[in-house]
């Protein structure tokens, strides 16, 4: 398998923009988490979903941000309008159950 | 509210040394916990997982160790290499029906010198 996919691994856009980044998790696994990771504040869960269903949503910031998971191979989050302070790496990860959590290699968002 | 600690944040070593990451968590009712390495401008990668039902496993020159009720996770690192040189975390799930939320420590960042 290729692993947890992100694309685009890198985006640079103005503030005021709408930003969409997308995953891919591995096949078979049946939860799908997003991650945003800075310097200030380490890594932080964003949202998961268990069969494409969201469970928690209780890190998302802001309703700038939605996420969605139409099926099992793909996920979607988005922000509007962005903001500088979503600069971040935003993570995907999935997994199998409640076992390992496998990431990809996640997405640099840059907002000017 | 589930907290963890990782101790010390920062390590530095001379190559080939034997070395022991420390992670703590405040919450004992965990379903298992995991390592994972970070290199710069990577993803995580994952290293070991531990069930709550075990108290330690190996792979490699890795061996990590869990006491559940202590509330405590080791990661020894043995004959370190400068390719082992990153940030390594120790994250816990939380024993629950369903969910799947894992909380991290803020990592401990490993420097293996030649």
């Known amino acids: 398998d290729a692993g947890v996919i992100q694309s685009p691994r890198h985006e640079v856009t103005e503030m005021g923009q709408e930003v969409t980044l997308r995953c891919k998790p591995i096949s078979g696994h049946d939860y799908l988490f997003w991650y945003r990771q800075t310097m200030m504040r380490g890594l932080e869960l964003l949202i998961y979903f268990n069969n494409n269903v969201p469970i928690d949503d209780s890190g998302m910031p802001e309703d700038r941000f939605s996420a969605k998971m139409p099926n099992a191979s793909f996920s979607t989050l988005k922000i509007q309008p962005s903001e500088p302070r979503d600069s971040a790496v935003y993570f995907c990860?999935?997994?199998?159950?409640?076992?390992?959590?496998?990431f990809g290699p996640g997405t640099r968002l840059t907002v000017l | 509210k589930q907290e963890v600690t990782q101790i010390p944040a920062a390590l530095s070593v001379p190559e080939g040394e034997n070395l022991v990451l420390n992670c703590s968590f405040t919450?004992?009712?965990?379903?298992?916990l995991q390592w994972f390495r970070q290199d710069p401008g990577k993803g995580l990668t994952s290293l070991l997982l531990i069930q709550s039902s075990q108290r330690e496993q190996t792979s490699g020159r890795l061996n990590a160790s869990l006491d559940k009720s202590s509330g405590r996770s080791t990661l020894y690192i043995a004959a370190s290499q400068p390719g082992d040189s990153a940030t390594y975390l120790c994250?816990?799930?939380?024993?629950?029906?369903?969910?799947?939320?894992?909380?991290f420590g803020e990592g401990t960042q490993l420097t293996v010198n030649p």
């Open positions: 990860a999935s997994s199998f159950r409640r076992y390992e959590q496998f």
């Open positions: 919450d004992s009712a965990i379903y298992n």
């Open positions: 994250a816990v799930r939380r024993e629950e029906t369903s969910g799947s939320r894992l909380t």
